[in-house]
């Protein structure tokens, strides 16, 4: 089917034209034959790199010719951003794309003037819970991932919101795209959509399993040169000599910089001196980024070809390594399977190195095979690959075969709704009725039938679980004591904030009960919610942080005795956690606490962003609830934010000065942004700079009137690289 033939306006078709697009790939065709550019729902469940996103941008720009707006709805926030930089390329057809990632209790209107707004499913709850106006407006619903329905953690939310976005816009379009899952004709029907099920992929891929040197799939078998010891590296070596790509996966962080290092020498034979150059750059990108033992690693290894990828890199090291590999410079990326996580990152050979995953409720347990063909799909480059190879390994003859019948000839598994638990349907009972989509049980009822859960389960013990929730919201005064239901300010508030109803409560009745609110008291007030994520407790953290208990027991608001071991074990967890944010909050070095507490630094980030959330849920709520700790909480909040101590909060509110620039200005007796206006420019800029004295200048000088920067005679003197480094923060 040609470009050419169908019904899309003429400036879109050529857009794509000059793009090299000219003909849809088959599932593309089925789209469009099943009434995808008529207005119809449809499910896509094709593979990896098959041109489901392309599906999305028909249905959009078809819908906003026709003066529409279109929702895209991704899973992650690294998906959000790479789906808003290939949106933007519509800016030649006059279409304006937003994003909208942050805070969860804004309303964004200001997004509603964009034609497309990429959103992640939680932000796009949060959108509706804050009755965002341009909700109302949107006419293509794009669902990217949509088999992440499936998930514990993400998928109650994905489902509740297409219900209400279905309930709020029944004629809007519903464009879900999902991998390839063993139950799409389910998933179609509770969308009421058409289904385009395919296997086909612009680029081969051979499955298959390497077992003594040998690598064998379908009708082949390649003997692999041992120039190592290791037959994973032999096989990296293989691809890469080839002119290919690696990405190998591992089930941990800890391997995942293991294999990266230990291919590293390897890999560095394979480089010629304009590589090295360009490797060169990105390593020195890293470190100019990041100031830690595990950026150094990351560096060291980019500068033989090789990298490592997972959540304890920041956003900045992560995106230079999918960079650096996207060109073509890194040849090998080892990673946690956070990369298969829907981030378009092909490479021409993927090897599974571990396809085995910790739980802790069971241990080391086999991936499913949805995960499985999530990783293996990220092999052969559409155009660029002649063919794309998913590698297992096998340890003995077994394991060979349990491999090709588990995994390489296996279906994918159903995908079954998460949303019928009391964790799960506690948050989405009281924001459907804060919302007003239910005001009474019938209609509550009648909201949840039209979720996924009530499709699959048909309302199997639903009302048993309902009726808990909103005995659990009327004792927590969240709703009103009626048989109406009626959500109370504080329930209303809750919803607004979009936290777990249970954390509110215990936040609230922590302030209530608290007698002395020291950091600590708040820190640890935060990590005893659900909604926190904890660290995990080595073995060597059990001793020290009993004995922190037993020495501030006082700070915290309730020690569970310690012979009841399960809720014993979960409090020191939240107390380590908690020790964490004490010294991130007291400016200790990020390399300090990656090595105290055993992360990385994305994890300080990812922890500092959900405390900073849940500590300003507690100021609202201690304000609302007219409770103490309103003012702690709120300077604890920035602090949070900034990683530092309560002096600097005035000076941090400056963009460009982070935590470590506070603490040099401070220390010279700049303690103030006041300080700063009648401050020697020539002083500040020798401190930390000129182009970054002259931001902060710029700034304070919309506050009021101070001198202007003098340029130094000698452009490129200036002691700072003008790079945003990890010390602004
Ligand atoms: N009909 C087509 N002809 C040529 N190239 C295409 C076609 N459809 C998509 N592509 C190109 O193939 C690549 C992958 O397309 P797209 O991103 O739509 O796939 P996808 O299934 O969404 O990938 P992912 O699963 O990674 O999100 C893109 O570079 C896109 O421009």
Redesign the pocket.
């Known amino acids: 089917m040609k470009?050419q033939s169908l019904d899309l306006p003429d400036e879109v078709k050529r857009f794509y034209l000059d793009?090299?697009?000219?003909?849809?790939?088959p599932p593309?065709a089925e789209a469009v034959e099943k009434g995808l550019l008529e207005g119809k729902n449809l499910l896509a469940a094709?593979?990896?790199?098959?041109?489901?996103?392309?599906?999305?941008?028909f249905a959009m720009l078809k819908s906003i010719q026709a003066g529409g707006k279109a929702l895209y709805i991704v899973p992650l926030r690294a998906l959000a951003s790479e789906k808003f930089r290939?949106f933007q390329e519509f800016s030649e057809l006059g279409i304006r794309v937003g994003i909208s990632t942050g805070d969860y209790d804004l309303r964004d209107e200001g997004l509603g003037v964009n034609d497309i707004i990429v959103a992640t499913s939680e932000k796009t709850d949060s959108l509706l819970r804050n009755e965002t106006a341009w909700m109302q407006k949107i006419s293509v619903v794009v669902a990217?991932e949509v088999h992440l329905i499936d998930s514990a953690n993400r998928g109650p939310t994905l489902e509740v919101t297409l219900t209400k976005l279905r309930k709020i816009n029944p004629s809007c379009q519903i464009l879900a795209?999902s991998?390839t899952v063993g139950n799409a004709d389910e998933l179609a029907a509770w969308l009421e959509a058409e289904l385009v099920v395919s296997e086909w992929r612009?680029t081969e891929l051979l499955e298959g399993v390497l077992f003594n040197g040998i690598f064998y799939c379908r009708d082949k078998e390649k003997l692999i040169e041992q120039p190592t010891k290791d037959e994973s590296i032999n096989l990296a070596l293989d691809t890469i000599r080839e002119g290919g790509q690696c990405l190998v996966f591992e089930s941990s962080r800890k391997n995942c910089m293991a294999f990266a290092k230990k291919a590293a020498s390897a890999v560095k034979k394979t480089l010629s001196a304009e590589d090295s150059e360009a490797l060169a750059w990105i390593a020195d990108e890293i470190l100019e980024n990041s100031e830690t033992d595990t950026s150094t690693t990351l560096a060291a290894c980019i500068r033989s070809g090789t990298a490592f990828h997972h959540a304890g890199l920041t956003t900045p090291l992560r995106e230079l390594v999918e960079g650096g590999f996207r060109e073509g410079k890194i040849r090998l990326i080892s990673s946690t399977p956070t990369l298969a996580a829907?981030?378009?990152l092909?490479a021409r050979r993927v090897i599974i190195r571990s396809y085995r995953r910790y739980s802790s409720e069971s241990g080391m347990q086999p991936i499913p095979v949805l995960e499985y063909k999530q990783m293996a799909?990220r092999a052969g480059r559409?155009?660029l690959d002649p063919y794309g190879e998913a590698v297992l390994l096998a340890k003995s003859y077994e394991e060979f075969v349990f491999l090709f019948k588990k995994y390489i000839e296996a279906d994918a598994e159903d995908i079954w709704s998460k949303l019928g638990t009391e964790n799960a349907l506690r948050t989405h009972v009281l924001s459907t009725i804060s919302n007003g989509f239910a005001r009474t049980k019938e209609e509550l009822m009648d909201f949840l039938e039209a979720t996924f859960f009530a499709f699959q389960y048909s309302n199997f013990g639903l009302s048993t679980v309902v009726e808990e929730c909103l005995t659990f919201l009327q004792q927590e005064e969240m709703l009103e004591s009626t048989d109406a239901l009626v959500p109370t300010n504080f329930g209303k508030l809750v919803s607004r904030l979009y936290i777990d109803p249970l954390s509110a409560a215990r936040i609230a009745k922590g302030l209530r009960e608290a007698e002395n609110l020291t950091e600590l008291t708040l820190l640890h007030l935060v990590c005893s919610t659900p909604d926190m994520r904890l660290l995990y407790m080595r073995n060597q953290d059990y001793q020290e942080i009993n004995d922190y208990v037993m020495a501030h027991a006082n700070e915290f608001v309730k020690v569970p005795s310690p012979f009841d071991i399960t809720e014993y074990e979960w409090f020191l967890g939240e107390v380590k956690t908690s020790l964490l944010l004490v010294d991130w909050v007291r400016e200790k070095s990020e390399n300090e606490i990656c090595l105290k507490f055993g992360i990385g630094e994305g994890d300080i980030r990812a922890i500092a962003d959900i405390a900073e959330w849940i500590m300003h849920v507690a100021t609202q709520l201690a304000r609302l609830l007219d409770f103490k700790g309103a003012r702690e909480a709120a300077e604890l909040e920035k602090r949070i934010h900034y990683g530092a101590g309560p002096e600097l909060v005035d000076l941090l509110d400056i963009r460009s000065i982070g935590r470590v620039r506070a603490r040099r200005l401070y220390e010279t007796g700049f303690r103030s942004t006041a300080d700063l206006a009648g401050a020697d420019p020539e002083k500040v800029a020798a401190l930390l700079g000129p182009k970054v004295a002259e931001r902060i200048f710029k700034q304070i000088r919309t506050r009021g009137e101070v001198p202007e920067i003098e340029e130094p005679e000698t452009p490129g003197k200036s002691s700072s690289s003008g790079q945003r480094t990890i010390n602004d923060y």
């Open positions: 470009i793009s090299g697009i000219l003909e849809l790939y593309q094709i593979p990896t790199a098959s041109g489901k996103t392309l599906l999305a941008e290939r990217d795209l991998a612009p829907g981030l378009n092909p799909g559409p155009r």
